[in-house]
């Protein structure tokens, strides 16, 4: 099995980028696949997943990133819009046979147990 990053460059602020994950050895309907992102000196982070037909997205995020499935052709799509400096990272796909989240009473956690990694696409975010 495998899970593969790619698109990820240099792009200016408010510029848009789109991100692909291509899996190999899965069938995309039976798994969660989530998006993460590590920026130097800090932890990784969640992003956004698709799990069963539901997606979530970071707050720091949301409504400029999208998340997309290509069945058809096994991969998973993370649109990137009005990007930011701090958007700066290295974005990793992972995919699970179970979850990419966990809902809690809060609302829900990304789920960094996740099964499969990538080895991740470098975007940068400056002018």
């Known amino acids: 099995v495998q899970v593969e990053e790619s698109g990820g460059t240099l792009v200016q602020p408010g510029g848009s980028l789109t991100l692909s994950c291509t899996l190999s050895?899965?069938?995309?309907?039976?798994?969660?696949v989530g998006w993460f992102r590590q920026a130097p000196g800090k932890e990784r982070e969640g992003v956004s997943c698709l799990e069963r037909g539901n997606t979530y997205y970071a707050d720091s995020v949301k409504g400029r990133f999208t998340i997309s499935r290509d069945n058809a052709k096994n991969t998973v799509s993370l649109k990137m819009n009005n990007l930011k400096p701090e958007d700066t990272a290295a974005y990793y796909c992972?995919?699970?046979?179970?979850?990419?989240?966990?809902?809690?009473?809060?609302?829900?956690?990304?789920?960094?147990?996740?099964?499969?990694w990538g080895n991740g696409t470098l975007v940068t975010v400056s002018s």
């Open positions: 050895g899965f069938i995309l309907d039976y798994y969660a």
């Open positions: 992972a995919v699970d046979e179970g979850v990419c989240v966990i809902v809690t009473h809060q609302g829900f956690e990304f789920y960094y147990g996740m099964d499969y």
